[in-house]
C-alpha cells in the first residue's frame, strides 16, 4: 500500500493559493573557499545526501475522484539539476539584490507534478560570498523527526563527512486501479475517512485543517488570549502574490548580556526587542500608539509534554505555538522586557518548553525543520487570534560547512498566512542572531526599514546593561 499524506500533510496542498504558497525557505550565506563553491559542487554534495531525505525523490500523486488523500510516490523522471538551480547576481552582488532575489523565488509556488522542493546557488555576492536559497513545502516537513535539505548539506568541517554510495531505483508508480483499490480498503477499514476525503476534493481545507490542528500536538493547548480577538493592525490586510525580503543582523552576546542584567531568557529578549522595533514602525507610519497597544504575536516552540514521561531529558515530541500580547505601546525597553518575560514564564509553566541548549543538543542543526514545524502550527489557526508569526529556532554555536565553504549567516524565510502581511524568522548560529523578514510587497515596502529597527531595538536595550 502507498505512503498516504497525513490529513494534516494534505491540507497544505490544499490550502495552497497564489497569494499563500506553503513553502518554507531558508538563505545562507557562505564564504568561498579557496578551492571554489560552484554550482557542480553543490548539484554532487545534494546528490550524495539525498538518501538522508528519501521524501525529496518523491512526489505527490491524487487518487482518482479523490477517493482519499494522495499518496508520495517515487518520481520515475527525477532529476537533481531540476531541483538544484543556478542564479547570479552582476557583480559586486550587494545584499539588496540577494534580498530581492529571495522575495522574487520565494513568490514563486513550487511545481506539484514533481518533488516540492527547489535549491539555488547564488553566484556574484561582494566580498567572497556564494548564497544558498532553499524551498520547501510545508507538505514535506511531517513532524519534529523529519530533515531538510538545508540540514544534510552541512557538516562541522571544512571536510565533507564520508557518505556511502546508495544506488536508488524508482519503485514502481501504482496504477490508477490500484490507488482505488487501497482507497477502497481504508474506507472498510476506517469509514470515517470517506468524509474527510469528499470535504477534501470539495476543497473544504479550512474544515480539514481544523480537524488535524491536534497533529502537531495540542497546539496553542496553553493559551489563554485566544479567547480575545487579536487587536487591529496594519499587519493585517488582504496580500498579494507577490513578496519582500529583509534582514536583522545581532550578536548572541548582546543578548546574554540584556539576559544577564535584567533575567528573562534569550527568547524574552528577542521578543521584546522585536516589540520595539514594531513600536518605532508604527509610529513611523503615524499610527496610533496608546500605552495599551500590543501586537499579537504566535510563537512557535518546541515542547515535552505528559506523554514525554520516561523519554530522554530535551526530548522534543511536539511544538506548540503560544500566543504572546507584544507591549508595543510601552516606550520603556526594560519594561517591555519584563512583559514579555512574564507571559513567557507562564507559557513556560504550563507547557514544559524545552530549553535552547536542550534543543540545538537534540536537534543539531534543525532550524529549517522546526521552523517549517512553526509555520504549520501558525497555519491551523484562525488568523484572527494574532497579528503575525515570529519563529526562533536557536542553532549551533560553532562553524559550519558545506562542500568545504563556510556558512557566515542564516536566514529563516518564513511563509506568509492570509491577511498576514509579515512573517519572522529567527536563528541564532555561531555567535550570531539573524532575522529573515518575509512580508507582502504591496502592504510592507517599508520592511527593510522594519528590519533596521530590529537592530536599532537591540542596542536600546543594551544600552540599559549597567557595566
Given at each position: 500500500m502507498s505512503d498516504r499524506?497525513?490529513?494534516?500533510?494534505?491540507?497544505?496542498?490544499?490550502?495552497?493559493?497564489?497569494?499563500?504558497?506553503?513553502?518554507?525557505?531558508?538563505?545562507?550565506?557562505?564564504?568561498?573557499?579557496?578551492?571554489?563553491?560552484?554550482?557542480?559542487?553543490?548539484?554532487?554534495?545534494?546528490?550524495q545526501r539525498l538518501s538522508l531525505v528519501p521524501r525529496y525523490r518523491q512526489k505527490v500523486l491524487h487518487v482518482p475522484g479523490r477517493l482519499a488523500r494522495p499518496v508520495w510516490v517515487d518520481d520515475p523522471d527525477f532529476d537533481?539539476?531540476?531541483?538544484?538551480?543556478r542564479s547570479a547576481l552582476p557583480k559586486p552582488g550587494t545584499d539588496a539584490q540577494l534580498h530581492d532575489l529571495v522575495a522574487r523565488l520565494m513568490s514563486r509556488p513550487l511545481d506539484h507534478t514533481r518533488p516540492l522542493w527547489e535549491t539555488y546557488l547564488v553566484e556574484g555576492l561582494a566580498r567572497n560570498r556564494t548564497a544558498v536559497i532553499t524551498k520547501t513545502h510545508q507538505a514535506l516537513v511531517d513532524g519534529v523527526g523529519a530533515i531538510e535539505i538545508g540540514q544534510v548539506i552541512l557538516d562541522v568541517s571544512a571536510t565533507p563527512r564520508a557518505q556511502p554510495e546508495n544506488l536508488w531505483m524508482p519503485r514502481p508508480t501504482p496504477s490508477p486501479a490500484q490507488l482505488v483499490l487501497d482507497a477502497v480498503a481504508e474506507v472498510v477499514q476506517r469509514p470515517g475517512e470517506l468524509v474527510e476525503n469528499v470535504r477534501s476534493a470539495a476543497q473544504d481545507a479550512v474544515a480539514t485543517v481544523r480537524k488535524t490542528a491536534d497533529a502537531i500536538g495540542g497546539v496553542a493547548s496553553a493559551v489563554r488570549t485566544a479567547a480575545r480577538p487579536a487587536p487591529g493592525s496594519p499587519l493585517n490586510v488582504r496580500i498579494s502574490p507577490q513578496r519582500r525580503f529583509a534582514v536583522a543582523r545581532t550578536k548572541l552576546d548582546d543578548y546574554r548580556a540584556v539576559r544577564r542584567t535584567h533575567g528573562g531568557t534569550v527568547n524574552d529578549v528577542i521578543l521584546s526587542s522585536l516589540s520595539g522595533a514594531l513600536r518605532t514602525w508604527l509610529l513611523s507610519r503615524g499610527e496610533a500608539v496608546t500605552a495599551s497597544t500590543t501586537i499579537r504575536a504566535m510563537v512557535p516552540l518546541s515542547v515535552r509534554d505528559a506523554d514525554s514521561a520516561g523519554l530522554p531529558v530535551g526530548t522534543i515530541n511536539r511544538v506548540a505555538a503560544y500566543l504572546v500580547d507584544l507591549p508595543v505601546g510601552e516606550p520603556n525597553p526594560v519594561v517591555r522586557l519584563h512583559h514579555v518575560s512574564h507571559a513567557m514564564r507562564a507559557h513556560k509553566e504550563s507547557g514544559q518548553s524545552v530549553a535552547a541548549d536542550a534543543l540545538v543538543r537534540v536537534s543539531g542543526f534543525a532550524p529549517p525543520t522546526l521552523h517549517a514545524l512553526g509555520a504549520r502550527a501558525a497555519s491551523s489557526f484562525s488568523k484572527r487570534i494574532f497579528n503575525l508569526v515570529v519563529t526562533n529556532v536557536p542553532g549551533p554555536q560553532v562553524p559550519l560547512y558545506a562542500a568545504g565553504a563556510k556558512m557566515t549567516e542564516i536566514f529563516p524565510v518564513v511563509p506568509l498566512a492570509k491577511s498576514q502581511a509579515l512573517a519572522i524568522g529567527v536563528t541564532s548560529y555561531d555567535g550570531g542572531v539573524f532575522y529573515g523578514l518575509n512580508a507582502d510587497r504591496d502592504a510592507m515596502s517599508d520592511v527593510d526599514v522594519l528590519a533596521g529597527m530590529v537592530e536599532e531595538s537591540v542596542d536600546e536595550l543594551v544600552g540599559t546593561v549597567s557595566g
Open positions: 499524506l497525513s490529513a494534516l500533510d494534505a491540507s497544505f496542498l490544499y490550502l495552497e493559493e497564489s497569494t499563500t504558497p506553503m513553502h518554507v525557505g531558508g538563505v545562507a550565506v557562505f564564504r568561498r573557499p579557496k578551492a571554489g563553491f560552484d554550482y557542480d559542487r553543490l548539484v554532487d554534495l545534494i546528490e537533481v539539476t531540476y531541483h538544484v538551480r
